[in-house]
């Protein structure tokens, strides 16, 4: 007997793309750009919604209800970067809270905590998420704050997000989770317990290497007043265009992360095969020490893969980065063209070398964002620079054979 129409429900892809508002107005089906600062008002205080761009926009506003309802949260708010979004939820917290986070955390929210606010008298501990024991173990009675990024970056360490949710609810503090390495077409963490979610739309959201912006999703109304209150006090608001750039790039995320994800699995895979390299660190592979994790929690693995070098130096990890072709050497992930970098003097430099090292962060780590090109190409890509660097191993290690 065939389904009535009303039994039919809609794929969650087919459902974003057409709460996607057409604009009332004209009818346009791509959001209006409402480049201006200020709105005119009927009488003081009397007016349609917005009344000064830095408090709200109509475009924003779009961009800010689409993130909401992606994440299942209940308010999204939208900033200039990554970095202000974090700042934001960090005025949440006030001198003598602590903060329980990753330990291979992201070189800028590190240099946010350690420069900015520890001199405020917030407190940072850093831990190895994979094993949610170590949160708990770190708890104390001022923690306020648990800060996960998961995959984590660069090492895509897995953090049980619902396990870990529960120690911050028992022990009545908030969880942040970065999503921005997954994305919130393969997770979503207010679904898992999370009371607050951060993105570098600057990433996949925006998808095309030609924006900065950052976002919030909290679980509750409650707390995204409380933010929205720092969003507007402080300034730092993402512009109406960059706003339309980040929708624009989310009508096509559900796309994009599915190829990303499945030419990551490919070069990880390739990766494992190469006698150059020590270890390979992506959570779709079996022997990922959190891989049921990241299955059990996430629709797909990401399109990170990160590794390190038999010979464990910046010099040999420098020469590789510098070889590839395709692979354009350079900051950030998440766009159509493949990037690589090389953590330890790039998204890592402002963490200390120690500190760095004890988190899995090695100076031969080097992370690639997998793009949309053909899989292969960028497997050709990486393996000629393989090749390179064993001609050139090869090369010394024959004029020195005889020393």
């Known amino acids: 007997m065939p389904k ?9 892809t087919t459902e974003f793309i057409h709460s996607i508002p057409v604009d009332p107005l004209t009818g346009a089906v791509s959001v209006p750009i409402y480049q201006t600062s200020t709105f005119v008002q009927e009488s003081p205080g009397v007016h349609k919604g ?8 109509p475009t924003r506003s779009v961009l800010e209800n689409l993130i909401a309802g992606l994440e299942k949260g209940a308010r999204g708010l939208a900033f200039a970067s990554g970095l202000a979004a974090i700042d934001a939820v960090l005025k949440l917290l006030k001198s003598g809270d602590e903060i329980i986070a990753v330990d291979d955390i992201y070189g800028g929210a590190f240099r946010l905590f350690e420069q900015v606010y520890k001199k405020f008298g917030v407190r940072v501990t850093y831990v190895d998420a994979g094993n949610p024991e170590n949160i708990f173990n770190a708890l104390n009675e001022s923690t306020r704050l648990i800060w996960l990024e998961t995959p984590s970056n660069p090492t895509l360490k897995i953090a049980d997000i619902a396990a870990i949710a529960a120690i911050a609810k028992a022990c009545s503090c908030l969880l942040c989770v970065d999503n921005t390495f997954a994305s919130p077409a393969l997770q979503k963490p207010i679904q898992l317990g999370a009371d607050i979610v951060v993105h570098s739309a600057t990433k996949y959201l925006g ?21 929205r209150f720092y969003q507007n006090a402080a300034g730092a608001i993402l512009g109406p265009f960059d706003s339309w750039l980040v929708i624009r790039g989310m009508e096509t995320l559900s796309l994009r992360m599915k190829q990303h994800c499945s030419s990551a699995k ?18 779709g592979l079996s022997d990922h020490p959190n891989h049921s994790v990241a299955k059990r929690q996430s629709r797909g693995f990401g399109g990170i893969v990160s590794f390190t070098l038999k010979e464990d130096s910046l010099a040999e990890a420098r020469r590789f980065v510098s070889s590839t072709e395709l692979f354009k050497l350079a900051e950030s992930l998440g ?19 120690e500190i760095r090292r004890a988190a899995g962060v090695h100076d031969s780590l080097i992370r690639l964002s997998v ?9 050709t890509d990486l393996r000629n620079s393989f090749d390179r660097l064993t001609v050139r191993t090869n090369k010394y290690s024959h004029r020195f054979e005889n020393c």
């Open 50 to 57: 917005y009344d000064y761009a830095r408090s709200n926009n």
């Open 371 to 379: 793009g949309l090109e053909d899989a292969e190409d960028l497997i």
């Open 335 to 353: 766009g159509v063209k493949s990037l690589i970098s090389h953590s330890a003097e790039m998204t890592h430099k402002t963490i200390p070398p």
């Open 266 to 283: 490919h070069i990880a895979e390739f990766l494992q095969n190469q006698p150059e390299v020590d270890r390979v660190f992506y959570p």
């Open 207 to 227: 998808g095309h290497s030609d924006l900065i912006a950052g976002l919030i999703v909290t679980a509750t109304e409650e707390l995204g007043e409380k933010i």
């Open 4 to 12: 009535r129409q009303e039994d039919y429900f809609m794929q969650e």
